[in-house]
């Protein structure tokens, strides 16, 4: 029996195809907060609603680069919001890679 693959990640990197630095310097909270709602098991609202990002789209910075990360089960959950924000990407000619997150390695104690 295998097990099924993990689902991919798509990184939009704040750098447009040219090279230039994407502005408004924000634009990964703000991408990323409009696909908030998108969660496992939908919207939760009143007191157990947490505020945060989905884990299906969460901004980062590696390397000194602000990106935002989307999980590719988004197009299962939502086709619409996935279209969104790889319609976002190509719109305004973001660079766009395939790989997948690492969990960081344990700090040692000292």
Request: proline share 8%; hydrophobic share 40%; net charge neutral.
């Amino acid at each position: 029996m295998s097990t099924p693959a993990k689902p991919r990640e798509i990184f939009i990197q704040g750098v447009t195809l040219d090279g230039r630095t994407f502005r408004p310097s924000d634009w990964a909270e703000r991408l990323a907060g409009a696909m908030s709602c998108f969660r496992p098991g939908g919207v939760v609202s009143g007191k157990s609603g947490a505020i945060g990002y989905s884990p299906y789209c969460v901004p980062t910075v590696i390397e000194g680069v602000k990106c935002v990360v989307v999980n590719e089960a988004l197009r299962e959950v939502e086709p619409m919001a996935w279209d969104f924000v790889m319609n976002f990407a190509r719109d305004n000619r973001l660079q766009v890679l395939e790989a997948c997150l690492l969990p960081e390695a344990p700090k040692k104690a000292g």
